[in-house]
């Protein structure tokens, strides 16, 4: 329902703009299915014991999916496989799964994304984590492994990598509700992070510091915790949403026991509320928007630049925002997909996707319902692909006139005859 709001929403920009305008269903390269992810997130649970959570994130581009009726449908078999540093296999999990989707962008997204989990204590040894994504439709496989070395936690005191974890509703191998994540792009703290400090001492007295980078001028420590321990310790820290107002955040760690300190650094991004992911950069991100833009805007933003651009930009959003009571603005993260989509699909040596003939229509249109494409022969040279949107009563010819993979729409798309 989203989705059919949010390309409503789309269409209504474009009538505003005097334009109007996502993609072809292309087959997917082989190696698709290795486009997944494998996480580790490890903590310590006893004197000589380390808990892991290994994580498969697979998004849905790199399954292939089968239209069945008026939904699209995928299948796989996925697995977690942990050895020694021997080789031998200590660990097997395997899920078996499928995925439905009424909506053909979601086919494609990288956003979207299956999760599978798994728990498994080890001692302080070496290990390889290795993981196989096998699609069922094409028959392809895709893999993973990490090696990770916990035998420098012999070593008393030592320190492990503080993990972060959000809220998010279910079980995924930590407490009830808490997601684990890598801080790379976190776009939710309404209600704040949760830091999860842990290492290994002896009996003496220990202290464990914390602090933000660049938020400790006068000398106070976000966290400080001085205890006694059996050989580990395990420190849940609230990380409220007001000290994480600032995009790029680097969190420090100081372990101190019997005059030896040891240290750690995290890097956290926060990306401001309404903001897509995939805005790394305002005035390209303001480029890509000339498919919406009336020409007020385009009068408002020219030859701006930095902050100036960046409210315009922020501004154009809010205005469009269809839930602003949240931190997502779905009409944004859309629109971003796709550029995001053509940019990989449609990209040409002398010119991105976006800019593209095919980028246009897709970004503004999404999936044709369904595409003609003819083939050069010795008595036709012309090579075309004509777009169909039935729901729509449109259709796209796009030719490529010289060859080498410009195709061109037949007709202006903006113009008195459109």
Known sequence: MMKRILSGIIAALIICSFISGQRS??????????????????????????????FVDIPFRSLQFVKKNNSFFASYDVSIVLKNNKGKRIFRKMWTDSITTDDYIQTQSRLRTRKHFSNFTVAKNKYEIESELYDKDTRNKGSKNIKIDFSKFKKKPSLMEPLIVANLEGEWGFDVNEFPITGKRITNIDRG??????????????????????????????????????????????????????????????????????????????????????????????????????????????GKKGEALEKIF???????????????????????????????YFN???????????????ILFGPPDEIQRSNATSTNTSIYQAWY????????????????GDFKLDKPFIGPNF
């Open 348 to 362: 040409m040596s002398w010119k991105e996707g976006w800019e593209t003939d095919f980028g246009m229509i897709y």
């Open 389 to 404: 949107y039935n729901r729509l009563n449109k259709q796209f010819v796009f030719r490529d006139q010289n060859g080498f």
């Open 193 to 302: 992070l949760t830091l999860i400090v842990s290492g290994f001492v002896d009996s003496e007295p220990y202290e464990v510091l914390g602090f933000m980078e660049g938020m400790n001028e006068d000398g106070k420590f976000l966290i400080s915790k001085k205890d006694t321990s059996g050989g580990f310790f395990n420190h849940r820290y609230k990380l409220d949403k007001s000290i994480l107002s600032t995009m790029g955040l680097e969190i420090g760690i100081k372990l101190i026991q019997s005059n030896k300190e040891r240290e750690v650094m995290k890097k956290i991004s926060i990306y401001k509320p309404g903001l897509s992911g995939f805005v790394n950069n305002v005035e390209t991100s303001f480029q890509q928007m000339r498919y919406l833009l009336t020409n007020n805007e385009r009068k408002e933003a020219k």
């Open 314 to 344: 922020l501004e154009f959003w809010n205005k469009r925002d269809p839930t602003p009571e949240t931190n997502i603005n779905e009409l944004m993260e859309e629109y971003y997909i796709r550029v995001n989509y053509v940019n990989e």
């Open 25 to 54: 269903k292309k087959n997917k390269s082989l190696s698709n299915v290795g486009r997944y992810n494998l996480l580790e997130f490890s903590r310590a649970i006893s004197k000589d014991s380390i808990l892991v959570t290994a």
